[in-house]
């Protein structure tokens, strides 16, 4: 039987039927704020709803999107990750972070804020093929991290308690852990291995954004809601 992955509900590993290891000991992921109250608390209402109602579709989320959760994500960053196109790095931004963080969060709100172009690099494969690898711009970064944070409340709620990808303190390596588990004490008749190509790469297409309901355009917002990112190619 698999479990949702809900708060006091059994974790993965109990639905899996198989011992919690300290690998897969969940990390807390918050931030403290300013006022000693984590970020996470602040939206605690929308995964109640998310929880509440499988059938809710969200619409209006901006106003979770505050200072404090902007700098929670700032800090959440990777301190030596390669900066952007603006050249801007983590350790540059957080000088006068306050009033960048009061900048950036009113543009949010006031619709004016535009990201920039992502740096686009390849890395080799091991069958000598190129993986691109876009890298956004430190403060595109953060927004996607504080929205993700957001959105992550909501979604979580309908993970089952196996699934590990792209979510937040759960690595392949518990997706392995889990797999040699199984294998080694379970009767397995087959394994299926599966790849989607391009899955991120074609946003709108595989519905994964059916939970959150975009409200209509207004003025000389872009016309695509979903992330379209820019790349600027660049040789290194």
Do not use: C
Not at 36 to 52: E, F, L, M, N, Y
Not at 61 to 69: C, P, Q, S
Not at 122 to 147: S, T
Request: no cysteine; glycine share 8%; proline share 6%.
């Amino acid at each position: 039987m698999n479990h949702s992955n809900k708060d006091g509900k059994p974790s993965a590993e109990s639905a899996e039927e198989r011992p919690l290891i300290k690998e897969n000991a969940r990390q807390p992921n918050t931030y403290p704020t300013q006022s000693g109250k984590s970020v996470s608390q602040g939206v605690a209402d929308v995964r109640k709803a998310a929880r509440g109602n499988k059938e809710m579709k969200f619409t209006a989320l901006l106003h979770h999107l505050t200072i404090d959760l902007l700098r929670e994500s700032f800090y959440s960053l990777k301190r030596k990750a390669a900066p952007g196109v603006d050249g801007v790095t983590w350790q540059e931004y957080e000088d006068g972070l306050e009033d960048r963080l009061t900048d950036l969060h009113g543009r949010v709100h006031r619709g004016a804020y535009r990201a920039t172009p992502s740096r686009r690099v390849y890395i080799e494969k091991a069958d000598g093929r190129q993986r691109p690898l876009a890298v956004p711009a430190i403060e595109d970064k953060l927004v996607q991290h504080a929205v993700v944070s957001i959105l992550n409340q909501i979604y979580e709620e309908d993970f089952l308690g196996f699934s590990y990808g792209f979510r937040p303190g759960r690595s392949q390596h518990q997706a392995l852990d889990a797999l040699s588990y199984a294998l080694l004490k379970k009767k397995v008749n087959y394994i299926l291995d599966a790849d989607i190509r391009g899955f991120f790469g074609a946003p709108g297409k595989a519905g994964r954004f059916q939970r959150v309901r975009f409200p209509p355009r207004k003025g000389e917002e872009p016309p695509h809601r979903e992330s379209s990112l820019g790349l600027m190619k660049v040789t290194t």
